[in-house]
């Protein structure tokens, strides 16, 4: 079984020049643009094959990540935290927040503890790029689980929680599995136990040689002794950071109580690195195309769903100009409905705080606002409970995505080049509305369009689309 790191997508960067996408200098670019925009409107044939299902895309699909330690300011996730439900409620109806993170291996389960008097309301918590470094403990009151619970019913959402397992003290964590499970009833979908152990020697929290073998020994006691105290709860894993092998071990040694295999992925990183930049983060990447083909395999082959339960663009908490910009909202459109196709059931972009890549950004006395990751989210949610169908177009030099769903029947347009592009329909199809997604430019960062508009008689048929901009289509047959 191939394994990929999320290291090794440093290595696409050679592939990724034949784009045009590769950032040289922005005169460069320019010129790149204006030579595309010369070749203006490149048409491309949609084909969809509205009998061939191949996925569904789940009510819940998408979701936020944030470190379990944001419990810590237990009003966060309360229901006095009006202007992050209403962000939450918009995002989706029945979205997934699943608590984890590096920071979930240093919280502690403090039943006793009075609550942190916050100094600022709602104080963030943001995604903390320093892993191995000593990191105290961040005390879970019961009080904490309680407003979690108001804030979910809010919201309307569910949660998958994140239990302590490099540090865990068994008792402790049995003590909060119970109480988690008690208060929050329905609204928990399962325990995760750690977070990537499979970089608990990079983040010095295990010495080196710590393989699958040991973390699932440990895994297991921890497990056993949850499912002790609760029967019926249910877990997900293994959590970890890109790994394949892992999940195919974890899948094929799971106890029943295992509901669902997790994973997660950065699609670039380090926010050093000067290949880090948004041209590359909108390339195809062929190796994160295979890695998702080898996850559907293992999935299917142990009859457990995959989840994508942390991703962003660029690990280390994001890079400036590339995950705080419009391009990065492309990105997250076209990957949730990429993950999608490849039958994957939730999608959680990682976040908090003001972190470059957070979709929610606020709190600790600055107002809540969406960042451009989530209008990317927003976009795909007119597509959740649809059947998605088999879609393509013609190989083209154009960077363009294409998906159709049915239930009702829409075609999502992601171009992501700098192109513009003209999508036929097939025959006896045309698009009456569209739902678009744009801005002034790529590196915008707050003015971010999404518009619902009626499409022109002209248009029915050849839905220009323009460069750097995603449309959901909504069809109807002649
Ligand atoms: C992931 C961790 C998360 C970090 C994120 C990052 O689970 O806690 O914040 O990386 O590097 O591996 O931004």
């Known amino acids: 079984m191939p394994t990929f790191s999320r290291r090794a997508v440093l290595a696409r960067g050679m592939a990724l020049a034949a784009t045009g996408l590769m950032r040289k200098s922005s005169f460069a670019q320019a010129a790149t643009d204006a030579l595309a925009r010369q070749n203006a409107q490149i048409p491309l044939h949609v084909s969809v094959a509205w009998d061939q299902t191949i996925s569904d895309v789940p009510e819940d699909l998408l979701g936020l990540s944030y470190e379990s330690s944001q419990l810590a300011a237990p009003d966060f996730f309360s229901a006095a935290n009006a202007g992050l439900i209403d962000l939450f409620r918009r995002l989706s109806p029945s979205g997934v927040l699943r608590l984890g993170g590096n920071l979930s291996e240093f919280t502690r389960w403090s039943p006793n503890a009075e609550p942190d008097p916050s100094s600022v309301p709602f104080r963030a918590v943001t995604p903390d790029p320093s892993a191995g470094k000593t990191i105290p403990h961040f005390p879970v009151t019961p009080v904490a689980i309680r407003n979690l619970r108001e804030f979910l019913y809010r919201t309307g959402w569910q949660t ?249 029947q829409r075609i999502a347009v992601i171009n992501k080049g700098a192109s513009d592009v003209v999508l036929h329909l097939q025959q006896g199809e045309r698009a009456v509305q569209a739902l678009r997604l744009s801005a002034s430019s790529l590196e915008e960062k707050t003015e971010i369009r999404l518009a619902s508009q009626p499409l022109r008689r002209k248009e029915w048929s050849a839905v220009p689309i323009p460069s750097f901009s995603a449309a959901i289509l909504t069809l109807e047959l002649a």
């Open 160 to 408: 998958i929680y994140g239990l302590n397992l490099a540090l865990a003290d068994r008792a402790r964590t049995v003590a909060e599995a119970k109480f988690v499970a008690e208060t929050l009833g329905p609204r928990l979908i399962a325990f995760q136990i750690g977070n990537e152990p499979n970089h608990y020697v990079l983040n010095r929290l295990r010495p080196p040689g710590y393989s699958f073998h040991d973390y699932f020994a440990e895994w297991s006691r921890v497990h056993g002794a949850v499912a002790e105290a609760l029967p019926t709860a249910r877990f997900a894993g293994p959590d970890v950071a890109e790994d394949a092998s892992w999940i195919e071990q974890f899948a094929a040694a799971a106890p029943k109580s295992v509901a669902m295999l997790t994973g997660h992925h950065y699609a670039e990183g380090p926010p050093a690195d000067p290949n880090v930049t948004l041209g590359k983060l909108l390339a195809p990447d062929p190796a994160f195309a295979h890695h998702i083909e080898v996850i559907e395999a293992i999935s299917q082959k142990a009859h457990l769903p995959y989840l994508m339960t942390e991703t962003n663009s660029c690990y280390n908490a994001g890079k400036p100009g590339v995950s705080d910009v419009f391009g990065s909202a492309l990105w997250a459109a076209d990957y949730i409905l990429q993950l999608a196709q490849a039958k994957q059931k939730g999608v959680y972009f990682h976040g908090g705080g003001v972190g470059w890549y957070t979709p929610i950004t606020g709190g600790s006395g600055l107002p809540f606002a969406p960042r451009p990751v989530y209008y990317g989210m927003l976009l795909c949610r007119s597509l959740l409970g649809s059947e998605m169908v088999a879609a393509s177009i013609a190989a083209t030099p154009a960077n363009v995505s294409v998906y159709a769903v049915k239930h009702p």
